[in-house]
């Protein structure tokens, strides 16, 4: 069973039915894979939220484990933005996401890799 970190980016665009992103999370779900987001993603995804979209909540809530954000992960924030917040340009909301895949031992799942640089976070692009 493969672990993946969904991010910000990847959920939206299942929500506005990107046929690449759903035919992943379809085929990743009928795998039982773990398929996770934080309270950074819920945040995020809640305030971009369309009306259309507030049906497929559900569907994120059913099939979406929510890592917490604990001390390990907010320690493992703060270095990469003191090591990539400057020279890449890395924010608290893209550390934390990072961090917790980090953390949790999980591939993070995004279609914007170049906002995680970090080399100890296994990435998949979408």
């Not at 759903?22 to 939220?49: H, N």
């Not at 890592?67 to 924010?91: C, M, N, T, W």
């Not at 893209?94 to 591939?107: I, Q």
């Amino acid at each position: 069973m493969a672990k993946y970190l969904l991010d910000s980016d990847v959920l939206i665009d299942w929500l506005r039915r990107d046929e690449h992103v759903a035919g992943w999370v379809k085929s990743r779900d009928a795998a039982r894979d773990f398929l996770a987001w934080t309270p950074v993603s819920v945040a995020e995804v809640q305030a971009g939220l369309r009306p259309r979209e507030e049906f497929l909540i559900p569907d994120l809530l059913r099939l979406l484990h929510c890592l917490p954000l604990d001390i390990r992960v907010g320690r493992k924030a703060g270095r990469y933005l003191q090591e990539f917040g400057r020279s890449h340009g890395v924010e608290l909301a893209d550390a934390l996401v990072a961090a917790a895949a980090h953390v949790h031992g999980l591939a993070l799942c995004t279609r914007n890799v170049r906002h995680y640089p970090m080399r100890d976070v296994r990435k998949t692009r979408l």
